[in-house]
C-alpha cells in the first residue's frame, strides 16, 4: 500500500522539520550563555629606588578571560595564544595568560578555579615566531613547560612547527609556565 499525505498536512509538516532544524537556540526562551570580552593590561614595573622608569622590555602583558567550557574561547598575550576548545573542562572557569614584557619567549597560564587545571580535551598553545625569529630557527623549535617538582624545563610532548604561519604550537593537559626553545638553544 502507497502512503500518501494529505496536502493541507504539508504546510506542518514543513514547520516541524524546520523547528527541529532550528532547535531551540533560534527560540525566545534559548538558553543564555554569557561572553566576556578578553581583558589585557600592560603593567610598567618601577623600580622605587631609581629615579628613571624601568626600561621598555620590563612590561608586563597580562589577558584574562571568562570561558564556557562547553564553548572553549581563546585568550591571548605578547605571541602566545591560548585555544582552549569546547568540553575541555566542565563549567566556567577564567583563563589568564602573562608575558613578561611584549616580544617574550616565556607565558605563564592559569585557570581559576584551580579544579578546572586538568584538561578532559587538550588546549593549544600557539606562539607566533613571525618577525621574531628567522623560518630556520622556527623550524627547530618546540615548547618546553617548567616542571615545578624538578625545577627544569621538559619538552611538551606533541609540540609542532608550522612554517607556512611561522608558529610553534603544543596541546597542553594543564596550565604551567611555558617557554618556546630553539634546539640548540635555551629560548629565542
Known sequence: MKAHSHPRFRPLLALAILSLLAGCSMMPTKPAIQREE???????????????????????????????????????????????????FVGVAT????????????????????????????????????????????????????NPATGKWQQVHGSTVDLANLTVSAPLQHFSQYRVSVEGRASW
Open 95 to 146: 583563563v589568564t595568560a602573562k608575558v613578561p614584557f611584549p616580544d617574550a619567549s616565556q607565558c605563564e597560564l592559569g585557570i581559576s578555579p584551580e579544579d578546572k587545571n586538568q584538561f578532559l580535551t587538550p588546549v593549544m598553545l600557539v606562539a607566533n615566531m613571525d618577525g621574531l625569529l628567522p623560518p630556520d630557527l622556527v623550524a627547530r623549535s618546540h615548547v618546553q613547560w617548567l
Open 38 to 88: 578578553t581583558r589585557a593590561r600592560v603593567v610598567q614595573t618601577v623600580d622605587l629606588e631609581a629615579s628613571t622608569p624601568a626600561p621598555t622590555d620590563s612590561l608586563e602583558v597580562v589577558a584574562s578571560k571568562t570561558v564556557v567550557g562547553l564553548v572553549g574561547g581563546t585568550v591571548s598575550a605578547g605571541h602566545f595564544t591560548v585555544v582552549v576548545p569546547p568540553l575541555a
